[in-house]
């Protein structure tokens, strides 16, 4: 209740902000289509104004002085993502539109978003405005640092059920037979079990996650995290999963730079019975270039103990640099990546295997409820000793790309699909195969 009465504040009370800057930066002559909804905006009758702006959209979306006013319009109606998309698209055309860029602090103040709020009145400082705008500006900021001091705890929880198909959901080979060659007995050919290839099957999912937020100080905060899903297959396949996973950490931000260190324990059912447990340690740093462009990076430690297979059990290393560029409705991450996976009962020790890659992610806001997103990840591993069956070390080449849409039906309502898709080319053709799946889902969350 107090997070509404905060967001009510700064819709409301900061409006100052906006209102000291038209009278010292009068905007461009407004075309008389847009005459109704600006004086619906001077005369305060918000939502009235962003219905009329509604029916505008087809002949004027793209314009800035529609878009500003349009923002406006969205912005003290409550409608939060519309004004958003609205005010960014204007920076996107025209950085120094200064009253967008005020406008979306106030915006990003209301989302709590106050590091990017505090940025951008940094900006507007810095072009040297008026005196009643800097001190509304000044007044902002401090308002800033006292919220962030006193921030209260958060919490979010999210509900998924999704349904879809996987052409092969055990990733297997599609071969039936392959060839063994043995020494003195020559090459044998050996009739793979149909539980040993390619399956595909429908299925179903059901996910809920719970996130809490707990600030510590205006620079530090810590945070868990408990996520639960089930799988269920439409084919009847021993391979219906349920998942369980716990995260507990810290993030601590000194200037430009933030820290986090993340502890996470994963346990992973089939069929009712415990196939393994996975406990991780991460940490993570990052850093701010600009106001577009973040780098980082990630190290993690997991280790896998399987309940049946203890000679499988396994520590795995990972290290990834990150580069990570946004402005405005666009976003994108390019993430190199080196791993070890190195088995604990060195009899196995042909499993071992180094790995390298690359990972990358586009995801961009098309319209105000609509975002898309894709992503293409490549990897490398190559075993360390011959396989004791095949007399040849193993080396597999990992492809998988993908593509999401998300729309946002209600505030709490959101609608998705995602396709998959994965290649993975191998010196053992045993270990060669192909997968497509196509994913519908539905998702409520609420804090």
Not at 191 to 213: H, K, V
Not at 220 to 231: I, L, Y
Request: with cysteine; net charge neutral; proline share 5%.
């Amino acid at each position: 209740m107090r997070s509404c009465l905060f967001v009510l504040s700064v819709l409301l009370g900061v409006s100052s902000i906006q209102i000291a800057h038209a009278q010292s930066e009068q905007p461009p002559d407004i075309p008389a289509e847009l005459q109704p909804v600006s004086q619906l905006i001077a005369a305060g009758q918000y939502p009235q104004a962003f219905a009329q702006s509604q029916s505008l959209l087809d002949d004027w979306s793209g314009e800035p002085i529609f878009d500003y006013l349009y923002g406006l319009a969205a912005l003290n109606s409550g409608k939060l993502d519309q004004a958003r998309f609205a005010f960014e698209r204007i920076l996107i055309a025209q950085p120094n539109h200064h009253r967008a860029r005020l406008e979306l602090a106030r915006l990003q103040m209301a989302q709590g978003q106050w590091v990017h709020a505090n940025e951008n009145f940094s900006v507007v400082l810095s072009q040297q405005p008026p005196e009643a705008v800097r001190q509304n500006i000044q007044r902002m900021r401090a308002e800033l640092s006292r919220r962030a001091a006193s921030q209260q705890p958060q919490q979010q929880f999210q509900l998924s059920l999704s349904g879809g198909h996987d052409a092969n959901i055990n990733s297997a080979t599609s071969l039936r037979s392959i060839d063994l060659n043995f020494a003195g007995l020559g090459t044998l050919t050996a009739i793979l079990p149909e539980a040993s290839r390619a399956q595909a099957s429908g299925f179903s999912r059901l996910q809920a996650d719970a996130m809490w937020l707990i600030p510590h100080t205006q620079h530090r905060q810590w945070f868990a995290s408990v996520q639960a899903e089930h799988k269920q297959l439409v084919e009847d396949l021993p391979l219906d999963q349920t998942q369980l996973a716990v995260a507990a950490g810290v993030q601590q931000q000194f200037g430009l730079d933030q820290f986090q260190l993340l502890l996470q324990s994963q346990s992973i059912l089939r069929d009712g019975d415990r196939l393994l447990w996975s406990p991780a340690l991460s940490a993570q740093w990052q850093r701010r270039l600009s106001r577009h462009t973040r780098i980082g990076l990630n190290s993690r430690w997991s280790g896998i103990s399987y309940a049946e297979q203890p000679q499988l059990n396994l520590d795995f290393y990972q290290l990834a640099p990150q580069l990570n560029w946004q402005q405005g409705i666009h976003q994108w991450l390019l993430q190199p990546t080196v791993a070890m996976n190195r088995l604990r009962q060195r009899e196995r020790d042909h499993l071992d295997h180094d790995q390298w890659g690359i990972s990358t992610r586009y995801q961009v806001q098309a319209l105000p409820d609509w975002s898309l997103s894709a992503y293409a990840q490549w990897q490398q591993a190559d075993y360390a000793k011959q396989h004791p069956t095949f007399g040849q070390k193993r080396k597999d080449d990992y492809w998988h790309v993908g593509a999401e849409a998300r729309y946002q039906w209600r505030p709490d309502w959101q609608l998705w699909s995602e396709v998959r898709h994965t290649v993975q080319d191998s010196s053992l053709p045993l270990y060669e195969y192909d997968r497509t799946s196509l994913e519908l889902g539905v998702r409520y969350l609420w804090q």
